[in-house]
């Protein structure tokens, strides 16, 4: 530990920390467009420095003790040492940061009032902050002649690209700032490595190989970092819109444990505020007919995954260890990378689409509809589920079984469209009919949740009875990688919990060396599950995952009915329709197959 | 020669891969997507790190070379001797942009080749032209045309 000066106050700083984590450890206030906080946790700063002083705004003043004059320089790169002095705002900074702030919006569309993400943007609320009112680098429209106008155009829009070809995520270079947190996310975090900077000066970009089609595990955690709207999820708020003005369809809302503890966020609340009541009310008033709740089928999941994995221990007919199959990315990321190891993972579908495939099966029989005239919507705090909703095994003759998925921010986006005053909302409840979930369920919002809701389950299948200490404290937490030990009668199941899919690499590449240390894998692929997910509201920093985790583990410790196997609508679906877990009639429309992923646009040359 | 000959003559390291890319890129013309994949492969990299390699270099190229490949210098001292007049002309006489590659004709606008004095300095499909003027630059083209 060292102590440097940051305007005039002492602070005890690590050497190994850049002034401006310092800096943002503290909340003193300095503008950054390409660094951000998910880094710090996940992955060691380069020393090439890739993603690292782009933007040019978290301009520092600094010096040494020999030093008489200041010198500025970026702080994310720089690095304490003995004596050091910093100077974090003054006259000077402001003026230099707002000129490269400047710089950053000529390269920018400058097409605000029709983007996606107008009054949503980082660097739009930045040039509100800095002050930006004329844009000194772009040429004004009369001081150019018609043909030059048309010239510059074309130079921007020739260098356009725009990729809208996948389900999840719509890429616009033209508003692209090349900050290329996208690229630092998807390389170090997620090891996935789907962009790349590619083409030099005015041409750059950041790009997939060949401008192809992005084909990736489409978790979107791109689209969490992306200051500006270069990468969003793909919108289907006017497919829904189109639904709810549509007189024949009956919209059917499912809304997904971990967007409850988030979406406040979108409305200025303080993080981990809990709101099931008031999105309810929000929803029914955006023209919702029924409310259901996606806990109700995370604890179907986890009565069909418990089963799955005792006959897998017992009957040994699919390889242990067994994988989670509960995120979409995750799968992915295995039938594309690891096709090897496809049948590890749990057949069961993700609670999304077994709500889907419920409310268009059983809920449509009992309420004698035709499954077209149901319009089934997820909100889902995750901009994969879009496409794990598009995948070709959903896909029913005449019907999808899960039409359209929102994520938290379109939801909050949707709201604010329809003039919803959210804190005013009255409070709602689910629709009985599929809406009571357990806190078992509810936990699935968070890495390490749907372990603990399948050890629960698990251990009351195997002994008959429930366990003592519902709490499996060991698996929780926000750490990358969480092993542990449970005792189930005679049985010991070897635990593994995992979040990002870095992580998830890892352990895959021991597997292949054959090193299995584990009976049971949970992987989510956003950093903290879905709490991180990448449709949350932006920005998601650790400390806001945090906050999140907490609220959903407050629900685990409030709720009556903790336990997935005891919740009285699960007991009667399975009586009324799928007679038990495991049986034919659950396996059609609980289970799912994967298949080795096959690349579209890569293989095309 | 095929791709797997090339790489094989290459050790799958770091520090290999610009020369392996510079073998191809020689051998082919151009390093086409399935040869970038190729390459991704045998050094275990990401193929849009690969993209990003090839699209910074001037040498490397990520499509076949155009039928006619025009350069012209446009550092500054060939400039302040008027390449860009020479640039203009060739926009001109064959209705193309520069920097925006057709099929046929590629005119691109390149870096100091340390011919100064012998400037401007046009480049054909390799051949070198010296103190251009725009007068001359239909005259040269004409043979290639």
């Known amino acids: ?605 | 020669m095929t791709i797997q000959k090339i790489l094989l003559g290459f050790e799958p390291r770091p520090e290999n891969l610009l020369s392996a890319l510079h073998a191809i890129n020689q051998q082919f013309g151009y390093i086409s997507k399935a040869n970038c994949y190729h390459v991704a492969e045998y050094f275990e990299m990401a193929p849009p790190k690969i993209y990003g390699i090839i699209t910074g270099s001037e040498v490397l190229r990520d499509k076949p070379a155009a039928d006619l490949e025009i350069q012209v210098c446009d550092s500054s001292f060939c400039k302040s001797k008027g390449s860009d007049q020479i640039v203009k002309e060739v926009e001109n006489l064959l209705s193309i942009k520069a920097n925006y590659p057709t099929s046929k004709f590629n005119l691109k606008t390149i870096s100091c080749l340390g011919k100064c004095q012998e400037g401007p300095i046009m480049v054909v499909n390799g051949v070198i032209y010296e103190k251009v003027n725009p007068a001359m630059v239909d005259d040269i083209l004409k043979n290639y045309l």
């Not at chain 1, 106050?9 to 800096?23: C, E, F, I, M, R």
């Not at chain 1, 998910?38 to 690292?52: E, L, P, R, V």
């Not at chain 1, 469209?417 to 005013?424: A, T, V």
Request: include cysteine; glycine fraction near 6%; charged fraction near 25%.
């Open chain 1, 1 to 605: 530990m060292l102590e440097i000066t940051i305007d005039k106050k002492k602070y005890q700083a690590d050497p190994n920390q850049s002034v401006l984590d310092l800096l943002r450890a503290n909340s003193i206030d300095v503008p950054y467009l390409c660094d951000h906080e998910n880094y710090a946790d996940f992955c060691q700063k380069d020393s090439s420095g890739t993603g690292m002083s782009v933007c040019r705004l978290c301009l520092v003043k600094h010096r040494n003790q020999s030093e008489k004059k200041f010198t500025i320089s970026t702080s994310c790169n720089l690095y304490p040492c003995p004596g050091l002095e910093v100077i974090s705002q003054d006259q000077e900074l402001a003026r230099l940061r707002k000129i490269n702030l400047e710089l950053l919006f000529a390269d920018h569309a400058g097409l605000c009032a029709f983007c996606y993400k107008n009054m949503d943007c980082e660097l739009q609320s930045l040039a509100f902050k800095y002050d930006i009112d004329e844009f000194k680098f772009v040429p004004a429209a009369y001081e150019v002649t018609a043909d030059e106008e048309l010239e510059l155009l074309y130079e921007k829009m020739s260098r356009r690209v725009i990729d809208i070809k996948n389900s999840s995520i719509a890429r616009d270079s033209l508003k692209c700032i090349k900050c290329r947190r996208c690229e630092m996310v998807c390389r170090n975090i997620q090891t996935v490595d789907s962009y790349s900077k590619s083409h030099k000066a005015i041409r750059s970009n950041v790009s997939t190989e060949y401008l192809t089609p992005l084909e990736c595990t489409y978790c979107g955690q791109c689209s969490s970092v992306c200051p500006t709207a270069a990468i969003v999820e793909k919108s289907n708020i006017a497919d829904f819109q189109n639904a709810v003005n549509d007189p024949n369809k009956k919209v059917i809302v499912q809304t997904a444990p971990s967007v409850r503890v988030s979406l406040g966020e979108e409305f200025s609340m303080l993080p981990g505020t809990i709101v099931t009541k008031k999105m309810i009310q929000g929803l029914r008033q955006c023209g919702a007919d029924l409310i259901f709740d996606t806990n109700l089928s995370a604890d179907l999941t986890i009565m069909e995954e418990a089963t799955e994995l005792i006959e897998r221990i017992n009957k040994k007919n699919k390889p242990l260890p067994m994988f989670t199959s509960c995120c979409p990315a995750w799968v992915l990321f295995v039938e594309q990378h690891y096709p090897e190891f496809i049948r590890h993972i749990s057949s069961c579908r993700s609670p999304q689409m077994m709500m889907g495939s419920l409310i268009k099966s059983y809920y449509a029989q009992k309420i004698e509809l035709d499954p077209k005239d149901i319009f089934s919507v997820s909100i889902m705090p995750c901009v994969c589920k879009k496409y794990e909703a598009a995948r070709g095994e959903f896909q029913k003759p005449n019907y999808r079984e899960v039409d359209c998925s929102l994520t938290t921010r379109e939801l909050g986006k949707l709201m604010r469209l329809k003039k919803i005053r959210f804190s005013e909302l009255e409070d709602s409840k689910f629709d009985p009919a599929l809406g009571m979930g357990t806190s078992a369920g509810a936990m699935f919002g968070s890495s390490g949740g749907v372990t603990e809701a399948a050890l629960r389950t698990a251990y009351y299948f195997i002994t008959g009875d429930n366990p003592e200490n519902l709490a499996f404290e060991q698996v929780r937490g926000l750490s990358g990688l969480r092993n542990s030990k449970v005792k189930i009668a005679d049985l010991e199941l070897r635990v593994k919990v995992v979040h990002g899919l870095g992580h998830a690499r890892a352990i895959l590449e021991q597997l292949k060396k054959g090193q299995c240390d584990f009976d049971f894998l949970e992987v989510m692929a956003c950093p903290g599950g879905c709490i991180g997910g990448g449709g949350q509201p932006i920005p998601t920093s650790p400390k806001i995952r945090q906050a999140r985790a907490k609220a959903i583990y407050s629900q685990d410790d409030t709720m009556k009915l903790r336990l997935s196997h005891e919740n009285p609508l699960i007991k009667k679906i399975y009586k009324e329709f799928l007679t038990q877990p495991g049986s034919r009639k659950a396996e059609k429309y609980l289970h799912t197959h994967y298949y080795p992923y096959h690349y579209r646009h890569k293989s095309k040359d």
